[in-house]
Nanobody
Framework: QVPLVESGGGLVQSGGSLRLSCTAP????????IAWFRQGPGKEREGVSC??????????FSADSVKGRFTISRDIAKNTVYLQMNSLEPEDTAVYYC?????????????????WGQGTQVTVSS
């Protein structure tokens, strides 16, 4: 089991920014690909971004809907993966989950991820 914990969600106005964090207390994320998914009200869960491990050059993939606004990154020393979200829109309102597995690709398919956090709520007001 990978004990993923998300934090950083909250309420923000349209156009604002938030930074989400994903960590795993007592467990190294160094060799895992980490992804962010979200599930808005009445919507299916969708992939947002993912980042490969350091030994895979930390390559990233993002959904078209967030390209240019969201940035995924990882801090090996802090054992944390971040999702920097800028220019937030009401449509970004969702519960955001981080997930871990051995790899990811542009398809951001949730079935490819075995380990999941509990999620953090992001609400963007208009």
């Amino acid at each position: 089991q990978v004990p993923l914990v998300e934090s950083g969600g909250g309420l923000v106005q349209s156009g604002g920014s938030l930074r989400l964090s994903c960590t795993a207390p007592g467990f190294s994320l160094d060799y895992y690909a980490i992804a962010w998914f979200r599930q808005g009200p009445g919507k299916e869960r969708e992939g947002v971004s993912c980042i490969l491990s350091h030994d895979h050059d930390e390559s990233t993939f993002s959904a078209d809907s967030v390209k240019g606004r969201f940035t995924i990154s990882r801090d090996i020393a802090k054992n944390t993966v971040y999702l920097q979200m800028n220019s937030l829109e009401p449509e970004d309102t969702a519960v955001y989950y981080c997930a871990a597995d051995w790899g990811c690709n542009y398809q951001l398919h949730q079935g490819d991820f075995k380990y999941w956090g509990q999620g953090t709520q992001v609400t963007v007001s208009s």
